[in-house]
């Protein structure tokens, strides 16, 4: 892509792209982070004059989402949200390039912009925005009503974005469809692209503390102590040596199916006894061949004792689970239990945060059908692959409210998976251009024919 052949669309959403990314709305987790008021401040220019009607809702001081809404011209028709968010992670250290500096580095369709944010979300935001207000400006009416959201908080959960706006405001998205991350990663065999992943659902989040008790005495004497920290560390081996059943659903094999690797291999990874033992020749998408078949539990936190010369009289772990559609939280103690097996009597379980059960939208909406067009638009010859995603996003509120929700983008062919995986929430954080001039007009294409 030259300067010459990069149409409007495509230089809107890098420009705005690279504002977002230059606001560094930080979200750190604590509620006086992120100030989205920036990004909501810079959309609300970006839409002067377009016409579409603008509302802004502030949760806590500085957490601004906007929403934008262009009317149809029957009230009885067709909506669709197009859900972005604002908010980042923090940036940490050893950026090649600023991380907020938004720079362009490069040339051709291979330039990329850079910064936190670039990939997870703020390419698709800026893409959102910009097919609104190109839809808005055509001066083509479509016949269903468009809604953009450019929201606070995703990266903490959305408690001050978009759950805080349908339990307070679903008046302002109030839709029949959305589309939103993650999505649009190419999956080529022999350097063709046979397949498109479009995320229709996610994994439900089940978290849990154990607590372990042990009996203080003095450290200096440890040998036969009831020490809190070991039974905690034994507890820890055992549920990692317990390995969790796969579960192969109708989605998997979809995606086997496009994967370059032998017919051997494929066959192995969608049979549930087989599948562990294959997963290590799938290299760096093997963790997330992992994820989306299994339920996860994972030990991140691990605290006790309160002295260095005092044996620890209690502990504690705390588990980051995600379940797979069907698993419940009564399925994921009674995994644990026989995880533990003999130290179970001696652990507590107790819930940790909020549950969230998996979510997944159904694949026979017409707004599915029509993000199987934009793929194949986009790469003739290859189909929409239907996935369920390892992590938590927006989507899951709605999906939870019965509304149809999908993960839609459309990257370029350089792309893979194990890429993306590892640039998300990661230092050198970019995209290239080809890919925001992918998705900007795969984004408009669907709202058109979605509402049109």
Partial sequence: MTAETQDDLTTQTIELLRELIRNACVSDGSADSGGEARSAATLQRFFEGSGVRIELVEPHPGRVSLIATLPGTDPEGPSLLLLGHTDVVPAGRGWTH???????????PDAEVWGR???????????????????????VPLRGRLVFAGVADEESGGVLGAQWILANRPDLVNVDGVISETGGIPLAVDGQVRGVTVTVGEKGMSGRRLRVAGHPRHASTPWGADNAVITAASAITRIGEHAATAQIDDLWPQYVAVLDVPDDVKAALVDPELIDAALPQLGPIAGLAHAVTHTTYSPDIVRGGDKLNVVPQSAHVDLDIRTLPGVSAADVDEHLRAALGPLASRVTIEPLGSESPASRSPLDTPLYGALCDAVAAAYPGAHAV???????????????????????????????????????????????????????????????????
């Fill in 117 to 139: 944010g670039a990939l997870d979300m703020l390419h698709l935001t800026a893409s959102y925005a910009v097919a609104l207000r190109a839809i808005a400006t055509s001066g």
């Fill in 386 to 452: 239907p996935v369920i995603a390892p992590g938590a996003a927006d989507s899951r509120y709605f999906r939870q409210r019965g509304i149809p929700a999908y993960g839609f983008g459309m990257f370029s062919p350089r792309w893979r998976h194990s890429d993306f995986r590892h640039l998300v929430h990661s230092v050198d954080e970019r995209v290239d251009l080809a890919t925001i001039d992918l998705a900007v007009h795969a984004i408009e294409r669907v709202a058109r024919q979605v509402l049109g």
């Fill in 98 to 108: 600023d991380p907020f500096g938004g720079d362009v580095v490069g040339e051709g």
